[in-house]
């Protein structure tokens, strides 16, 4: 029979309605931060829900970081202002849920880390600069330590350009999507038998980025960070899927 095929459609807990009506509010400005929502009592005559699911509503607008809920408070819970814990939270989350493709997740790292980059080779200070440099000697030092010691030198190298560009959106993104890129082939690091060769390579990338930021060359440096990148993940990601992370490169 010729028609439109229809996709089945999921059921929705009423608990989720109540959810996404106090989102929409919140979002739409209708509840500001430090305003209270209506009592648990309240909200089950206005939604024409019961307390259980009201209560389930609140629990998990909490646990997305919204709103504050107190046991025992005779008021309603508190709508939060913006955290970037929460949004950090949320953004984990969406990555997961989603099952995005490890290409995928690399090729926005290199979006990301490459626009800090720009961004920090521009608008870094002495200090800053500093701390970078300081984070790459910490690389060389590591690399007889071991591979998490190198790790932990290597976070603090992109977190300070981080800071660096002025953006907490751009430091938030890079830190989720950083970690679970790195979770997503921390077994193969591991097991590489090159290991390192692996971070003494990671280093030389480092300081020519380093180099083109020192002299202020924000595009340069840009550059040669989506290469690092692409040199060091694209051997995790499929063959078919490398296009994608090749499309970034001049």
Request: hydrophobic share 45%; proline share 4%; glycine share 6%.
């Amino acid at each position: 029979m010729d028609g439109p095929r229809f996709e089945p459609v999921r059921a929705v807990r009423a608990y989720e309605r109540v959810v996404e009506q106090v989102e929409e509010a919140i979002e739409g400005g209708t509840l500001s931060p430090g305003q209270r929502l209506p009592s648990e009592r309240e909200l089950m005559v206005q939604f024409s829900v019961s307390r259980s699911t009201v209560r389930e509503a609140l629990r998990v607008l909490q646990a997305r970081g919204l709103v504050r809920s107190r046991p025992g408070d005779p008021n309603g819970a508190e709508v939060l202002p913006f955290s970037p814990a929460a949004l950090h939270k949320s953004m984990t989350t969406l990555a997961r849920v989603e099952e995005l493709s490890l290409a995928e997740l690399v090729q926005f790292r290199m979006v990301l880390d490459s626009s800090a980059i720009l961004l920090a080779a521009r608008l870094r200070t002495d200090a800053q600069l500093a701390d970078m440099e300081s984070a790459v000697a910490g690389m060389r030092a590591a690399v007889e330590a071991g591979h998490d010691a190198f790790g932990e030198a290597d976070v603090a190298f992109h977190d300070v350009v981080a800071r660096s560009s002025g953006n907490k959106l751009i430091q938030i993104c890079m830190d989720v999507v950083r970690s679970i890129v790195l979770k997503l082939i921390a077994e193969k690091i591991a097991d590489a038998p090159d290991r390192e060769a692996l971070m003494r390579q990671s280093i030389r990338h480092h300081e020519e980025v380093l180099a083109a930021m020192r002299a202020g060359d924000g595009p340069l440096a840009a550059r040669l960070s989506r290469k690092a990148m692409y040199d060091y993940y694209a051997g995790y990601v499929p063959a078919a899927e490398r296009s994608s992370l090749r499309a970034l490169l001049d």
